[in-house]
């Protein structure tokens, strides 16, 4: 069904992000990466949800209209605690409030996807919900130092060394942590080839 889908559409992946440029391509899909300027601002009233939506679809809005049989995949991940909405950290302090605020609990991971053909937007997210061991500074703070997690939402990146000892559960889809839900994806692709 790849194939079919490579053979159907000419795909634009609008992001930047290394990890869901190699999840695009261990699927097996077709894809050129370009990137445009967003306003990744939102409304306040937006649940969490709707928030990733929201900035996937305006990463989508940025591109011009698609011709036919051509697609654009925008996506954004955030993560939120206690109602409150975390995305890429600004610089080490920040990211080391972002993870002392994780330490000891569960948060959501959602990522936003928005797929933009010249007939129609489609837009949807998943949700993975994360649980962290307690985190001492010292380990936070050498974390930050070594890995640099400043492209994250979150301030961390389960697929590293952090993930491996930090994280004591996962409910939902792992590769939807690191920035893309694949399964959906694919899932949200067939449905489009098969209208």
Same mark, same amino acid.
């Given at each position: 069904m790849i194939e079919k889908i490579n053979n159907t559409y000419s795909i634009t992946l609008g992001s930047g992000s290394p990890r869901r440029q190699n999840l695009l391509k261990d699927l097996g899909l077709d894809f050129k990466v370009e990137t445009l300027p967003t306003d990744e601002s939102y409304p306040e009233y937006l649940s969490a949800k709707q928030v990733a939506e929201h900035i996937a679809e305006n990463k989508a809005?940025?591109? &011009?209209?698609?011709?036919?049989? @051509?697609?654009?995949?925008?996506?954004?991940?955030?993560?939120?605690?206690?109602?409150? $909405?975390? +995305?890429? &950290?600004?610089?080490?302090?920040? @990211?080391?409030?972002?993870?002392?605020?994780?330490?000891?609990?569960?948060?959501?991971? $959602?990522? +936003?996807?928005?797929?933009?053909?010249?007939?129609?937007?489609?837009?949807?997210s998943a949700t993975t919900k994360v649980t962290f061991d307690q985190l001492t500074p010292e380990f936070i703070a050498d974390y930050i130092e070594k890995y640099k997690p400043f492209d994250k939402a979150g301030a961390y990146g389960i697929q590293e060394w952090f993930g491996l000892v930090a994280v004591t559960h996962i409910e939902g889809s792992f590769f939807n942590v690191m920035g893309l839900p694949v399964q959906l994806l694919y899932k949200e692709l067939l449905n489009i080839v098969e209208l």
């Open positions: 809005a940025a591109f &011009p209209l698609p011709k036919k049989n @051509a697609l654009i995949i925008t996506a954004d991940t955030i993560v939120a605690v206690d109602n409150l $909405i975390l +995305g890429k &950290p600004t610089d080490s302090h920040d @990211a080391r409030q972002m993870l002392q605020l994780l330490s000891g609990n569960t948060h959501e991971v $959602i990522t +936003g996807v928005c797929i933009r053909s010249a007939a129609k937007t489609h837009i949807f």
